[in-house]
């Protein structure tokens, strides 16, 4: 805790922060996993206290609803602690964490509770004036700043009605492999709005497609049921791991996907747990999965080029090695070979005579 944050802590109400800390602690596992590396660490590391999860596991019978009113009080109450100058970086990256998960939650609940929420939270912060907090080795903390544009494909499910089929699409979750647009440029059309012509290619062709996509974007359904299983080929691949030239890591077999600390990750909406593509370029919008930047970024392979593949000679070990080389030739090999030896033994000095003697 540096002096700067001392001073500020000592303005807050260290009961207040030590009761947030206990509180965060004390949600269910699940909950509290979440909120171990954006809640519990800052404000352990504040109070000098360890990140241990002492009490994690208190609540583990509440439901979700109930769970999100913990969450909510504790976001309001982290909150109101932010108002103020000079509050501790630690706090503010704790509070954002809870306001996230809390209107999450009111996501989760329906019926206007998130935007109740963001309004409320709002409300609480409207004295502060915008501004951007950066965190050691943490996110940066952005306050009262209404215009943050994201640039990612939305994760958002269209659905494109077709006279056989359905075809569900995220772009959100497309790999851009083109293997949809190169197979069936009738139905998945580049360049072409809408992206998806449902009635543009046979229904077997489609459902093979659909099928066959790596990311997992595509989906089909008939009669409005959806096709899940048959997409996910009815779990009956093995496990496997692709590693595809210039491209992403292609999984398929239904391995689990967890993050750091060994929970479900995000996924988008109606993503195929059964096979989707990991990004290997790094330069992927919406990480762990690819979403096509590889070919935006020219992303290969780590190939040896032409002009550093070495020559023979340089492959053996250049003129250091071939000064080794020759002696030991000449002298164990030459001689010992039944007809280099016999060009290569000394001839014994002559004078030849011509022809016509003068
Ligand atoms: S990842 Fe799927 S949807 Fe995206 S281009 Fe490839 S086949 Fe088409
Ligand atoms: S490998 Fe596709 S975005 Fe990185």
Redesign the pocket.
């Known amino acids: 805790m540096s002096d700067s944050t001392t001073a500020s802590v000592n303005e807050i109400s260290t009961v207040e922060l030590r009761s947030l800390l206990a509180a965060a602690r004390s949600l269910n596992v699940r909950v509290a996993n979440r909120l171990q590396a954006s809640v519990v660490r800052p404000l352990a590391a504040l109070l000098d206290e360890s990140e241990d999860r002492a009490d994690a596991g208190q609540h583990d019978n509440a439901d979700g609803v109930a769970t999100g009113v913990v969450l909510w009080d504790l976001a309001l109450r982290a909150t109101a602690l932010c108002a103020g100058p000079h509050r501790p970086t630690e706090l503010i990256e704790a509070a954002a964490a809870l306001q996230e998960h809390a209107t999450r939650a009111g996501a989760a609940e329906g019926g206007g509770a998130a935007s109740a929420r963001l309004g409320e939270l709002r409300a609480l912060l409207n004295e502060q004036s915008p501004s951007i907090r950066t965190a050691s080795k943490g996110p940066l903390l952005v306050t009262n700043v209404d215009d943050v544009h994201d640039w990612r494909v939305a994760d958002r499910r269209d659905t494109y009605v077709g006279q056989q089929v359905t075809i569900l699409?995220n772009r959100g979750t497309?790999?851009?492999?083109?293997?949809?647009?190169d197979r069936l440029s009738t139905v998945?059309r580049v360049k072409e709005e809408p992206f998806v012509a449902p009635s543009g290619g046979r229904m077997d062709e489609i459902i093979r497609a659909v099928r066959d996509?790596?990311?997992g974007?595509?989906g089909y359904a008939i009669d409005g049921v959806e096709a899940r299983a048959d997409v996910d080929h009815h779990a009956k691949r093995a496990p496997s791991i692709e590693v595809s030239k210039d491209g992403p890591y292609r999984v398929s077999g239904g391995i689990a996907l967890l993050d750091a600390n060994g929970d479900d990750v995000a996924w988008n909406t109606g993503a195929s747990r059964e096979h989707f593509t990991l990004c290997r370029c790094g330069h992927a919008q919406n990480k762990p999965f690819c979403t096509g930047m590889h070919w935006y970024v020219e992303f290969h392979d780590p190939v040896r080029v032409p002009e550093e593949t070495p020559t023979m000679f340089e492959w053996a070990g250049g003129l250091p090695a071939l000064t080794r080389v020759m002696p030991l030739f000449y002298e164990k090999f030459v001689p010992a070979d039944d007809l280099l030896g016999r060009s290569s033994r000394p001839c014994r000095p002559t004078i030849r005579s011509g022809l016509r003697s003068g």
Do not use: M
């Not at 497309?174 to 647009?181: F, K, M, V």
């Open positions: 699409d497309c790999q851009h492999s083109g293997l949809c647009t998945f996509c790596p990311s974007a595509l």
